[in-house]
């Protein structure tokens, strides 16, 4: 029998079909219930970036001779080196507080040192390459010895989340904000929920459910970054930190071995989707994209058989903070602009729009609808508002 180990959905980094059927279109909107769930929800999704940066100081190796193995000697030198991971975030208040995955953002002294440590040996190993190259004997020699004589010292831990800013003449390039853990739990299989803070206002947000009202077979929707898509290299790099959605079914409800429930999914999930929201048909976040399974004995990943962390668990962590899911000005016009635009109605759409970009001229979508409402007006009523364009960016 296969034996199966649980995998978390986070890219680490070294920086050098569903049975139910889908939400019905609203009859009086251009739009499918995917569509508007999709429009509503990425503009406070957010990819999360946590950075590990350290110093790792390698005794200067000699060749024994009579062992043919590497020692050290009573000289060193070091390598300022970085690690980390990329995964998904939302952000569930207007003053800046996310959500994600605790194993997105946080990690032990022993994963902190290993990574740093894999780190150093990347650099090794490329300065053997430079150097005339290495054997693959040779390569797993200096792995060994770097992580047998490696330490690690000044280490610091540096989290972002970065977003796409439109950019007159330029298109989308990348928003980095720095942010801090207020709130963080234990990574799976410990209750895998982190809440950080970025220091921003009036940013977009999503709408928290009710995941007690899931059930089985009831249709759900996955919005994140994962890297098979975000980083594909045939795809541009302006399109980084455009989320990806999957849809599926909830398709059991499992206890985990912490003792709290979690909801198992059959939507597409991997690697740099941890931490992202999974909705329900009401465009509510019902749940964290926390982690999936593999086969142990072949190391592949399964798909469709991965869990969320349900929302109701996030909210006891949000409760401890007082922190509310709290919308604001920019969620209403933006909204109201996307239903008039979805109407036909351009010159409405145009307006509500424009309070959006004046009052958070960083969101990543109301520039695109701003200019699609134009062409769109002007082709409909050979006459176009210009007065749009003359918002200074920030």
């Known amino acids: 029998m296969k034996k199966y180990l649980i995998l978390i959905f986070v890219l680490i980094v070294i920086f050098a079909s569903g049975c139910t059927t889908p939400p019905a279109p609203d009859s009086s909107l251009n739009v499918t219930g995917i569509q508007k769930i999709t429009a509503l929800s990425k503009p406070a999704t957010v990819m999360i970036v946590t950075v590990i940066s350290g110093t790792v100081t390698i005794p200067t190796a000699t060749l024994d001779e009579y062992t043919g193995t590497i020692v050290p000697t009573d000289e060193s030198y070091s390598r300022d080196v970085q690690t980390g991971v990329i995964g998904s975030g939302f952000v569930i208040s207007s003053d800046g507080y996310m959500l994600t995955n605790a194993h997105v953002v946080s990690f032990s002294d022993d994963v902190i040192t290993a990574g740093l440590l894999e780190a150093a040996v990347a650099e090794e190993i490329k300065a053997g390459e430079a150097a005339g190259g ?3 004997a040779e390569k797993r020699m200096v792995s060994d010895y770097v992580y047998q004589y490696g330490e690690v010292s000044g280490t610091k831990v540096s989290i972002s989340a970065v977003t796409g800013v439109p950019v007159s003449g330029v298109g989308s390039v990348l928003k980095e904000y720095k942010a801090d853990v207020r709130k963080v739990g234990v990574p799976a299989p410990g209750k895998d929920v982190a809440i950080i803070k970025v220091d921003q206002n009036n ?5 928290l459910g009710d995941s007690s009202k899931m059930e089985v077979g009831d249709r759900i929707y996955a919005v994140g970054y994962p890297a098979v898509a975000t980083f594909h290299e045939y795809i541009s790099p302006e399109s980084i930190t455009e989320p990806s959605i999957t849809q599926g079914i909830v398709s059991a409800e499992k206890q985990m071995v ?10 597409a999930v991997t690697h740099g989707n941890s931490g992202g929201p999974v909705f329900n048909d009401n465009g509510e976040v019902v749940g964290i994209a926390t982690f999936g399974s593999i086969d142990y004995s ?6 469709g058989f991965n869990f969320m962390i349900p929302i109701n668990l996030a909210k006891e962590f949000m409760s401890e903070i007082n922190v509310a899911n709290m919308r604001g000005s920019v969620d209403e016009h933006y909204e109201k602009g996307m239903m008039d635009y979805w109407k036909g109605d351009y010159s409405k759409a145009l307006d509500e729009f424009n309070i959006v970009r004046n009052l958070y001229p960083a969101h990543p979508y109301v520039e695109k609808y701003i200019q699609t409402s134009q062409e769109k007006l002007l082709a409909t009523t050979g006459s176009l508002i210009a007065d749009y364009n003359n918002v200074i960016m920030q």
Do not use: R
């Open 298 to 303: 072949t190391w592949q990943e399964i798909q």
């Open 258 to 267: 912490a003792g709290f429930k979690v909801l198992q999914i059959d939507a």
């Open 203 to 207: 940013m977009p947000t999503v709408k």
């Open 134 to 136: 290495l054997t693959e």
